[in-house]
């Protein structure tokens, strides 16, 4: 008589219980978050920020991915101008050690320094989130500080996955812990009372798996102040053809693409050296809302129109 495997027999009974988990900690997973008061980096006040899993390290033979956080420095203080390309800043810094549990459906981790609101630092392997709570039960983890209840267990889609979606009332507003993402304010490791500093309204504005590339981040050291009032994109709405105009003459070209509210390119045109504005055709625009891209050498404007 053959007999089962122990180890074996756990992974089945684990998978049967819980499903496929989604793990939050994959290499090359960006958060995009746009915050309406701040966290404190070093010291210094940066209002919006990219958490990204990048690289690993091994501490007492146990195997984490890195969450480093850089700056991100979006056109304007409106999240409507919020869109890709993002320009971040060149310099990581360490935010997190995280790994996942994919049998047990939990997320792990060590902040090795605090950034945060309160001293969150922690030295040994740490339950962050257990994903595997189901409709009723109250469970443990670092985003609160006393047990969780969970009202209810739903699929919701969320970046392009069907997430099992842990939902709370935890004294106040409703949250929601998306499996293999974390939470919309802020992502994998971010909650409202311990882990931020000056903190307004974080929201995570665009997710993505990839390289920097392929994620629309753009690293720049270096960035002009923007002046949106004196880009003019007009008519908005438009029917046949918008005109793209700057405000002087300049001896370098200017290069104008529109992008769907994705951030993906549809319609590219040039103001030339020495010309102030371009009639851009839009025959190969549907209907819909756009954003008008403007960049000239290391300068960057972004608008937005209305294609009837």
């Given amino acids: ?173 409703l949250d929601e812990f998306y499996e293999g993402f974390g939470m919309i304010g802020g992502g994998p490791l971010t909650y409202y009372d311990t882990l931020r500093t000056n903190s307004g309204n974080p929201v995570v504005i665009d997710y993505c798996i990839g390289t920097d590339a392929q994620c629309h981040l753009d690293e720049s050291t270096s960035l002009l102040s923007y002046q949106e009032s004196e880009i003019k994109v007009f008519p908005s709405p438009a029917d046949s053809w918008i005109t793209v105009r700057i405000p002087s003459l300049s001896a370098s070209k200017a290069e104008v693409t529109i992008l769907t509210i994705d951030g993906i390119s549809i319609e590219t045109d040039v103001i030339p050296p020495n010309a102030k504005e371009v009639s851009i055709s839009l025959q190969n625009v549907p209907p819909g809302w756009y954003f008008v891209e403007i960049r000239q050498g290391n300068a960057r404007w972004m608008k937005k129109m209305v294609r009837e």
């Avoid at 670092?142 to 889609?157: A, K, L, Q, T, W």
Wanted: charge should be neutral; charged fraction near 20%; hydrophobic fraction near 40%.
């Fill in 1 to 173: 008589m053959r007999v089962l495997n122990i180890f074996t027999w756990f992974l089945l009974v684990s998978n049967y219980c819980y499903g496929q988990y989604l793990p939050i900690a994959i290499e090359n997973t960006h958060w995009i978050v746009f915050d309406g008061n701040g966290i404190d980096i070093d010291g210094s006040l940066n209002r919006h920020y990219v958490l990204s899993i990048r690289g690993d390290s091994v501490i007492n033979d146990t195997l984490y991915k890195k969450l480093i956080i850089r700056e991100y420095l979006p056109p304007s203080q409106n999240i409507l101008d919020a869109v890709p390309p993002y320009l971040i800043s060149e310099d990581p810094t360490l935010y997190a050690l995280l790994r996942d549990d994919t049998t047990l459906h939990k997320l792990f981790g060590r902040v090795p320094r605090t950034l945060f609101k309160v001293d969150h630092i922690l030295t040994s392997d740490t339950l962050i989130h257990d994903f595997s709570g189901s409709q009723g039960d109250s469970i443990k983890g670092y985003y609160f500080r006393s047990p969780m209840h969970i009202d209810s267990v739903v699929n919701r889609s969320l970046f392009g996955k069907t997430r099992s979606t842990q939902i709370a009332v935890m004294g106040g507003p």
